[in-house]
């Protein structure tokens, strides 16, 4: 049986890298952009605009 060597051992973990982080960006490029999760991702941008005490530091303690 012949045994694997170090730089065969090294592609296949570049290799695998490589894939886990495009399946990765995938994922998460599906998830930023399905129609379901809009409406979380609009709260969460207008989120900071709702807050009726504004900014820490503002105004208000001066």
């Known amino acids: 049986m012949m045994g694997l060597s170090h730089d065969t051992i090294v592609?296949?973990?570049?290799s695998f890298g490589l894939f886990y982080l495009?399946?990765?960006?995938?994922?998460?490029?599906?998830?930023?952009?399905w129609?379901?999760?809009r409406g979380q991702f609009d709260r969460a941008k207008h989120s900071i605009l709702d807050d009726e005490n504004g900014p820490i530091g503002g105004e208000e303690s001066r």
């Not at 592609?11 to 570049?14: L, N, P």
């Not at 495009?22 to 952009?33: D, E, K, N, P, R």
Request: glycine share 10%; with cysteine.
């Open 22 to 33: 495009i399946a990765l960006s995938i994922g998460i490029c599906v998830y930023a952009f």
């Open 35 to 37: 129609p379901r999760n």
């Open 11 to 14: 592609g296949i973990a570049k």
